[in-house]
């Protein structure tokens, strides 16, 4: 009978095997407090007008601190008289403007430490700020048109962010505001009948408003007549002994005047966000922020997903506003639009204070030096990261890696790093080589290193317990291990190592044990990874944390960490303070420090200083392929500019067409690798067959011929926080056409657009060129054949060509980029080789690029060693017939901005760096779109260049067709140098 | 396209410095003669598809749609370098090698590098090379002696086997001859007593019999099945155990897995990954026995499992019609075997149809006379007769089977996608290859099939059986490359996944010997090893192919 049981498991698996597993995870029905939450919403929608938050200020209370930074109140709860809230209120030097409440002198404490980790420092408090108190409300005015006005309403407690007399975001508007205070259960108890809720039973608005009628509990109408999943919620076979009894928050946050929104990453859904509530919502239930490792993951869905940043977007035609919700809990997010210019959005989180951050813009750019300046600008990578990342799960041995760079050197296909899975090591115990298949470790990466390349090599948070490994042993007589609900010895699950345990990076003594393991010579304090060397980087996976055998495939919720607190106060905070730590290690490790490399999957506000992330294990599907780009898109707006997908799919054979369009794919997203399921066959590029091979080895020397533009890119978003990859409505804020686009995106300032194809048996594509109204730079002109498109005024879809080889790829009129054309094996043989200008005209004649440069491995940067360069292409004179290139020093002219970390106030042009490079030239300049022939093309004050023309189409024209084009030949000009070349036509 | 126009000649000392290369660097010797200006000043791209001034041949900068403009520089994509590598053998290297700063073995003399950037190394890199190459060639001559064995040993096994194969045919002449003097006797035997047997066949203790035995082939087809079934549920919860994915992170998974192991009486793996750890597995065996010395004892005469296994097919087999006339012999009274059978095994065959005639008069008298009870053993006779004809036939059967296997065998032996066209591989059939990776051993036995046998107990699987030599449509059959590959197909089937396939990758070597074992995706097992087979006499060898093939 019993073997008959098994089988039917068996078949029912063979069936499921292939899917996302919907149960593992919880609905917002099964979670207690995202009922309640859902069910606050809806007696209040059911209430209607009648409906009052029982949150008001005490007017009394309200003081406003000596220096006008802030002021603080006392909240009360008509509910629960006896009980305190503070709120205070704070405006930021850059207009930010930072909320916070919590229970004041309760029985417990709720988690206030999110924000501590998420932000760089405590932002500066503006000096400007003058509140007034009135009887009802408190209000500030400031902004250097003093039109942002922070108003404060007492009753029912009302905050309210207003540029120009416009409402931006909304606080507790619709009165869902609620911070359940710390109860007593026993006193509790006796006071409410049977708890009502069961499991599964899910709280239907209407049925919970009929329950209140016929309800004596006075606060029925509000928090429901059940305490619904107070005490201990079950889930599957997982119950959660939630010790501290209810203590979540709701809080409605609604943006009257803007009709899309954006962010809160991850997950697999557009990029302005569908709605969840109202009429005919996208998706039933909220968006979910709880960091989880979900297998098989859909491909459009409100399933929370491996990292989650608490980051909203509110966008419109007029302004953009943001916040960011500094909670670490989990967190439900309703969204819905009541109309197409208005969002409403309510937040329900497990536990945490409320704090939050509110970002008044106006525009997206303002949004993300807002951002930027909370939780920090994207770390400045090592630039060979830049370059292509082969990885699979796994290289079986160090002569598969040595047989695998082989295959790539004979192809002549660049690629910069090898990456190891988690079977390199023994028993799943990391930094431990299994010594039979990785016999010589460092041999091998010096093999790997000696063509300029680096290695990657998983190191995850679960530790082995046994005593034979020497990362578990220490930690466990550290005691910095991860505790059980009981707050005593260690919390033991099951992971990739079979029983584990994980450290708390929360505890401030792990931080330096978990550096010295890191280190790559002996040490006498203990256990260190001599098997490695410095071209070894990290990949943390699974640091979500993943267990096996946990509550939806993570820990208990009242796991304990360091300070006390449980694990649901500090879940999503989790996963980034191992990549943080990790981080730290690798730069440390080496002396002088080098750049780190960690790709992390789980991430949270703030990880960006950090490195990478992955959009985790996406299936090889067309739907994937797409949600991917949309995925990226959405992380790279929240901070997490430095982001890809893995190529290829990480589960599935994707057959030759499909493989290719997702390196067309990856080589247009900043973290470019591809990755691979063990259960899948080989797909390294090398494997395809004629004509795939050859395409792909185009796409991958495309990539490689673009390094600089991307480390160009890379300069820029560390210093100013803008994302990399930049959607169409941040480009364009004004051109309604463009808020929904998430299909195609510009590559930093460069001007290059890409509009990816993710669908099978394509030959055309469209386009969408926005109408611009900054200038008249709609020309958009084809990467490869340099055709010339046009613009309209209200923007316009253009057909273009996109069978297998072509990529749609286009240079935005006014650019110039720098490229490096000479194919090399990886992107540190490139040093040496000159550069390649493409001056891209605007319709008037002129262009405009950046190039910056450094040793792209050291913080020797942050010293002053780089050069950063500007290129210009204009008229001599207003009505003369030559055009000017030339390259200027930008460095000198923006000390401060030039690189992030340390703002220099001096820069030398004449630098370590800069003089090692002095001799790289100017190998070629294309000039596309120029108004005719030239008589004379010359370096200022030289004698005549070389120089070949192919009319076309001007730039100034309104024809389409291919453009004009003129190619100087090495002008021998230095990159490092000022040089004028003028071309007179 | 419009030629680049010269408007001033380079003479720019500015632009001059940097390039001076030498118009034919980088070329190699079969195309230098194509490094010459023309008359006009001007230089021919070698692709014919431009003129461009000679000056602006190896300036760094690329002009040729096909690039061969820049044959010392790098400065053009896809092009190629010649290394002249004085002391050491010359050769080119791709033009994304120039100038990258590295110093790559292929080209020893650092030509490729900026000068000062590299030393050259041809001398002492060209030494080891050919004390290398020497050490290789020592290997291949020594390998190559074996080899010739090898062939010797196919040619003599093609004799022996067309020697056998004449035997057999002697033989085979001989038996089919007696084959059709058994049938005939036999014909002639059954036609007597076949009404006489049919009669004994009434018998009720006979029809019981042949019911009992169809009861007890059902019984057995059914008890079959049911094993077959268990079998593939056991292969398939172990094959879950050993090889389940972990990554499903399925807890059903793991029930089914531990509830597998529970019943099973295994132990615990104790890691998610595919290692299996399984030292207890002779002890649990142990205690599984135990426990199945405590079972109930069986009714006596019941037989046990060992007893059922073998004794039901000899049962099975009863030719019940003997048994029901020996049975008749047995019940009457004592009597001698009949002699009449025995005397037709005596007689010449020319005698027969004589006898026949006598024996019939003769049975006749001998049942009035009541020594004999008639058709009784004229029954057993038949029966008899029938049985030296089946086995007769049996042995023709086995002795063609053995004449057409050696047939075969002969022909394949130097077949070029069999044993090789010289016979070469014709020794190593059959031969097993073993190597320890320290959880499994691996055995291909070649031509034959490939094994994972688990080194701490556990099911062994088959990686596949012998296939094909090289698959690959570029390789020819009967090349070298060709036999350097062995494939092994269909072996067990993978849970969720393929089934098991081995890819052996040979090289010359003086042993027969695996070297590696690598499972480079599920189920994908990458052997390598060395085989004198491959050792190709050195004298025989091309001219042209050994510089191209022993690149560094």
């Not at chain 1, 049977?194 to 309800?215: L, M, Y």
């Not at chain 1, 204070?353 to 525009?363: E, N, Q």
């Not at chain 2, 099945?225 to 268990?230: A, N, P």
């Not at chain 2, 009714?299 to 059922?308: C, I, K, V, Y």
Request: net charge negative; proline share 5%.
């Amino acid at each position: 009978m019993r073997s008959w049981t098994f089988l039917g498991v068996l078949s029912l698996l063979l069936v499921e095997s292939s899917a996302f597993k919907a149960h593992d995870f919880k609905t917002c029905s099964q979670s207690g407090f995202c009922r309640r939450g859902r069910a606050l919403s809806a007696r209040a929608k059911e209430a209607r007008s009648s409906w009052k938050s029982p949150y008001s200020v005490d007017a009394s209370s309200v003081a406003i601190s000596s220096d006008q930074a802030s002021f603080t109140a006392g909240v009360k709860s008509s509910l629960y008289p006896d009980i305190t809230f503070g709120l205070e209120v704070r405006v930021h030097d850059d207009g930010v403007v930072r909320v916070r409440m919590d229970e004041i002198g309760g029985l417990k404490k709720h988690y206030d430490e999110a924000a501590s980790w998420a932000l760089i420092a405590e932002p500066n408090i503006s000096r400007d700020i003058q509140w007034k108190t009135g009887k009802k409300e408190v209000r500030a005015v400031y902004g250097d048109k003093k039109d942002i006005e922070v108003l404060v309403e007492f009753a029912p407690l009302r905050v309210s962010l207003l540029r120009s007399g416009r409402e931006q975001i909304v606080l507790n508007g619709q009165g869902l505001l609620h911070m359940e205070h710390f109860r007593n259960k026993a006193a509790a108890e006796s006071k409410t009948e049977e708890p009502a809720a069961v499991e599964g039973e899910v709280a239907n608005g209407a049925e919970e408003v009929q329950t209140v009628i016929k309800s004596e509990n006075p606060r029925a109408w509000f928090e429901g007549d059940s305490e619904d999943a107070y005490w201990e919620e079950t889930f599957s076979s997982w119950t959660d002994s939630k010790p501290k009894g209810p203590e979540s928050l709701s809080i409605d946050i609604n943006f009257p005047n803007h009709g899309t929104v954006y962010g809160i990453p991850q997950h697999a859904t557009r990029l302005a966000l569908p709605s969840t509530t109202g009429d005919s919502p996208t998706f039933s239930d909220p968006y979910r922020l709880w960091n989880s490792d979900v297998f098989e993951y859909l491909a459009s869905s409100p399933v929370s997903l491996y990292g989650s940043i608490p980051v909203l977007h509110a966008h419109s035609t007029d302004t953009t506003v943001g916040i960011f919700d500094a909670v670490a809990s989990e967190t439900w997010i309703d969204i819905g639009h009541v109309s197409d210019k208005s969002t409403e959005t309510h937040w329900i989180s497990e536990s945490g204070i409320l704090d939050l951050f509110l970002m008044p813009g106006p525009t997206p750019e303002a949004i993300f030096k807002q951002y930027a300046r909370l939780t920090g600008t994207p770390v400045l990578p090592a630039a060979w990261s830049l370059g292509y990342h082969q990885c699979r799960w796994n290289y079986v041995s160090s002569d598969d890696v040595r047989s695998v760079q082989k295959r790539f050197d004979e192809e002549d296909m660049p690629v910069d790093v090898f990456w190891l899975d988690i079977e390199y090591s023994e028993d799943h115990k990391y930094f431990m080589w299994n010594d039979k298949t990785f016999p010589d470790p460092v041999e091998m990466v010096n093999d790997v290193a000696a063509v300029g390349r680096k290695m990657v090599v998983i190191v995850d948070p679960h530790l082995k317990r046994t005593s034979e490994y020497p990362a578990y042993q220490e930690a466990s007589k550290l005691e910095v291990l991860v505790k059980p609900p009981s707050g005593q010895g260690e919390y033991e699950g099951w992971c990739w190592s079979g029983s584990s345990s994980w450290t708390d990076f929360f505890n401030p003594a792990a931080w330096d044990w978990w550096k010295s393991l890191f280190k790559t010579y002996p040490l006498e304090s203990g256990w260190s990874w001599t098997k490695s060397t410095d071209a070894v980087h990290i990949w943390n996976d699974m640091n979500e944390p993943s267990v096996f055998n946990g509550p939806e495939i993570s820990m208990p919720r009242d796991n304990i960490h360091y300070g006390g607190w449980e694990h649901r106060d500090v879940h999503n905070i989790n996963g980034m303070l191992f990549s943080n730590h990790t981080y730290q290690a690798v730069a440390e490790r080496s002396d002088p420090r080098q750049r780190p490399f960690v790709l992390t999957r789980s991430f949270y506000a703030g990880s960006q200083r950090f490195g990478a992330m992955w959009t985790g294990d996406n299936l090889g599907t067309w739907e994937h392929m797409a949600v991917g780009i949309k995925m990226v898109l959405s992380n790279s707006i929240a901070g997490m500019s430095f982001a890809g997908s893995d190529v290829g799919g990480f589960f599935g054979n994707p057959e030759p067409e499909m493989l290719v369009r997702w390196y067309q794919v990856g080589a247009f997203a900043p973290f470019f690798r591809a990755h691979a399921h063990i259960d899948t066959k080989r797909r390294e590029p090398y494997l395809l067959d004629e004509p795939y091979k050859g395409i792909v080895r185009d796409i991958l020397r495309l990539r490689y011929t673009q390094l600089p533009v991307w480390y160009t890119a890379f300069r820029e978003t560390t210093v100013t926080g803008l994302p990399i990859l930049r959607p169409q409505y941040v480009m364009f804020p004004k051109d309604k056409n463009g808020f929904d686009i998430d299909d195609q995106y510009y590559i930093g300032s460069s001007g290059l657009l890409i509009k990816p194809v993710t669908t099978k048996d394509a030959t055309e594509a469209t386009v969408y060129i926005a109408e611009d109204q900054v200038s008249c730079f709609t020309v958009y002109y084809d990467y490869f054949t340099h055709h010339a498109y046009r613009g309209a005024s209200k923007g316009k879809e253009i057909t273009v060509p996109a069978a297998l080889h072509q990529i749609p790829l286009f240079v935005r009129g006014g650019s110039i980029l720098p490229t490096r054309e000479r194919p090399r094996r990886s992107s540190t043989l490139m040093k040496h080789d000159p550069f390649t200008l493409r001056v891209a005209l605007s319709k008037t004649g002129t262009a405009h690029g950046e190039l910056y440069l450094d040793d792209g491995e050291t913080y020797s940067h942050e010293k002053g060693q780089f050069i950063w360069r500007q290129f210009t292409a204009e008229k001599t004179a207003k009505k003369s017939k030559a055009l000017r290139i030339s390259s200027r020093d930008l460095a000198t002219e923006k000390p401060s901005e030039a690189v992030d970390g340390v703002a220099l106030t001096t820069f030398n042009p004449a630098n370590e760096f800069a003089k090692s490079i002095e001799d790289i030239r100017v190998e070629k300049i294309v000039v596309v779109g120029l108004n005719g022939k030239p008589s004379s093309v010359r370096v200022e004050g030289g004698a005549e260049l070389v120089w070949e023309y192919t009319p076309g189409h001007a730039a100034s024209e309104k024809k389409e067709g291919v453009a004009s084009l003129l190619s100087i030949k090495d002008p021998k000009v230095l990159v490092a140098k000022d040089w004028d070349i003028v071309v007179q036509y | 396209m419009i030629p680049w126009l010269l408007l001033l000649p380079l003479s720019s000392p500015v632009l001059v410095a940097a390039a001076a290369v030498d118009k034919t660097f980088g070329v190699g010797p079969d195309a230098i003669a194509k490094y010459t200006p023309l008359k006009s000043g001007n230089w021919k791209c070698l692709d014919g598809s431009k003129e461009i001034p000679w000056e602006f041949v190896n300036d760094d900068s690329c002009d040729c749609p096909d690039g061969s403009d820049e044959p010392g520089t790098g400065a053009c994509p896809n092009t190629n370098f010649y290394c002249k590598n004085e002391g050491h053998i010359g050769l080119y290297i791709p033009s994304s090698r120039v100038k990258d700063g590295l110093c790559e073995v292929e080209c020893c003399d650092g030509s490729d590098e900026r000068p000062g950037v590299c030393p050259n190394l041809c001398k002492e890199i060209g030494e080891a090379y050919r004390k290398k190459r020497d050490e290789e060639r020592k290997i291949q001559k020594t390998g190559s002696k074996i080899r010739s064995s090898y062939i010797t040993f196919a040619h003599k096994e093609k004799k022996r086997l067309e020697a056998s194969i004449e035997t057999l045919t002697q033989e085979i002449e001989v038996k089919e001859k007696e084959v059709a003097r058994l049938r005939d006797i036999a014909e002639r035997t059954e036609s007597l007593s076949q009404a006489a047997l049919e009669h004994k066949q009434q018998s009720p203790l006979y029809k019981s019999l042949i019911d009992h035995s169809n009861a007890l082939k059902s019984l057995r087809r059914e008890h079959f099945k049911h094993l077959e079934r268990e079998k593939a549920l056991g292969d398939i919860l172990t094959a879950l155990r050993t090889g389940y994915n972990p990554n499903y992170q399925d807890m059903a998974v793991l029930e089914a897995v531990r509830g597998w192991e529970e019943l099973a009486g295994l132990p615990h793996i104790n890691d998610v990954g595919k290692d299996t750890t399984e030292e207890t597995t002779a002890k649990e065996e142990e205690e599984a026995k135990e426990e199945e010395g405590e079972k109930e004892e069986p009714e006596e005469g019941m037989w046990d499992a060992g007893r059922l296994e073998h004794g039901l097919d000899v049962l099975l087999n009863t030719d019940y019609t003997s048994l029901l006339l020996e049975h008749e012999e047995h019940i009457q009274s004592p009597s001698e075997d009949s002699i009449i059978y025995d005397l037709t095994a005596y007689l010449p065959d020319s005698l027969i149809p004589q006898y026949e005639a006598v024996k019939e008069t003769l049975v006749s008298w001998l049942r009035m006379l009541g020594v004999i009870r008639g058709e009784d053993n004229t029954a057993a006779d038949s029966s008899r007769a029938h049985q030296a004809l089946t086995d007769a036939e049996t042995n023709l059967a086995t002795m063609k089977n053995e004449k057409k296997t050696a047939e075969e065998d002969v022909a394949e032996i130097f077949d070029v996608e069999g044993f090789g066209a010289e016979g070469e591989w014709k020794k190593l059939d059959g031969l097993c290859l073993e190597k320890n990776t320290g959880d499994y051993t691996y055995e291909v036995c070649l031509f034959e099939e490939a094994k994972q046998k688990p080194n701490n107990g556990g099911t062994t699987f088959s990686l596949g059986r012998f296939d094909s030599w090289n698959p690959s449509p570029d390789v020819k059959a009967g090349s070298p490359e060709y036999y350097s590959k062995q494939v092994y197909k269909h072996g067990t089937r993978c849970w969720n996944g393929p089934e098991r396939n081995v890819v052996l990758l040979l090289t010359c070597g003086t042993e027969n010997a695996l070297l590696t074992i690598q499972e480079l995706e599920k189920c994908e097992y990458q052997f390598t090893g060395t085989t004198p087979a491959l050792c190709l006499p050195l004298d025989g060898e091309k001219g042209n192919g050994n510089g191209k093939k022993d690149e560094l």
